[in-house]
Structure formats: C-alpha cells, structure tokens
C-alpha cells in the first residue's frame, strides 16, 4: 500500500510501530536519541505546543541523515489540572500516579509531525480525556504486580490494550490517539504527500 517515498518512524515505541504496520505501511523505526528532560526544561508554552516541540525534536534529529525520506516524529504529553506527567521510573512511583489519576480525568495530549529533511511537510496535534475510576489500594497493587515493568514504558502507568483497560470508567476521544499517534490524520499526509495511494 506504500508509495515510491522511503517512511522513517523517529521512534522506537513498539505500539507505534504495531499500529504503523496493521494499517499496512512499510517503515524503518529508527531511535531520535533526543534529550526530552532538557527540551520540556526550558519550555514554557501550553502541553500541545510543548508535545508539538518534542515531536518536530524526534523528527529533525533523524530527518537530516536521510534527505529523501519521510520521517515521522511523535510524542505524546500525560496532562492532569495543568500538570505535566513524566513516564515513571519504578513501580512505586507509577502506583503513586495512579493514586493522583484515581477519580479524576486527564488528557492525552499526542502530537505528530512529518519532514522531508529539514522541511515540515505535515504537523498536527490531538487531545482525547480519559476518566479513571475510583481505584483501591488493593487493586492498585494487584495491577502493578499483574503488569510489571511494562507500565514503565507508557506516560500513564497503563497500556489501554491490556489490563490497563481496567482503569477506566469513560473515554473520550480516538483510540489511536490514545495509543499514542493520531494515525489517520498521519495515513492523511502521507496521501498528501505522495507516499501512500489515495
């Protein structure tokens, strides 16, 4: 289904990488190596310019050894009442984040973006809200320990195509965006583009 046009993925996210291939795409995922704390350090606009800047970040750091190509760049911020939320890096503080998520409502700020070399062909951000249910100690618990490190690897402490599903009482938004990249508007540019069939 691909076009003549080579497509890099700035990225390593193995659920990127999943949705990429089911919607049928050829790519080659390749890691940015970009430096996330010192980008959102001295970053003081709103979450989806800040998700934006991250994304174009990825893109750019890999977009200049390969000139020809389409590369794809992705990021997505965890927002609760203004606060920004990083990925975890053990599992007490993912079951401390999932006390804070407990009851309320956040939003999953994701951002994509498409160079060809250091042009921007292609920018965009979504936002969907995601509504925790009430979550006891117990199963908070029985969850981390269910899951293990995989939380560790998502902004949220939950993979929404696993257990995590369990968190939730409501959700509100696209399904790709919550897994992390508004595919359709990404499979749009790439039409526009010319590295997909329209």
């Not at 992705?74 to 939320?85: E, I, N, S, Y």
């Amino acid at each position: 289904m691909g076009g003549a046009l080579m497509l890099i993925l700035a990225s390593t996210s193995r659920t990127r990488q999943d949705m990429l291939r089911a919607a049928g795409l050829s790519f080659t995922a390749l890691p940015s190596c970009v430096d996330e704390a010192a980008l959102k350090a001295g970053f003081s606009g709103p979450p989806a310019q800040l998700a934006q800047a991250l994304a174009r970040a990825k893109a750019l750091a890999v977009a200049g050894a390969h000139p020809g190509a389409l590369t794809l760049g992705a990021d997505q911020l965890l927002v609760q009442d203004g606060r920004v939320f990083d990925k975890p890096t053990s599992l007490d503080e993912a079951a401390r984040h999932l006390r804070v998520f407990s009851g309320c409502s956040h939003q999953l700020v994701t951002a994509a973006c498409l160079y060809r070399g250091d042009e921007l062909v292609w920018s965009g951000t979504e936002v969907a809200t995601l509504h925790v249910r009430p979550l006891s100690e117990s199963f908070i618990a029985r969850y981390l320990a269910a899951e293990g490190e995989a939380v560790l690897a998502s902004v949220g402490a939950y993979r929404l195509e696993g257990l995590g599903a369990q968190l939730f009482s409501r959700l509100e938004g696209d399904h790709f965006t919550i897994l992390g990249l508004p595919l359709l508007p990404v499979l749009a540019a790439l039409r526009a583009a010319g590295a997909l069939a329209a």
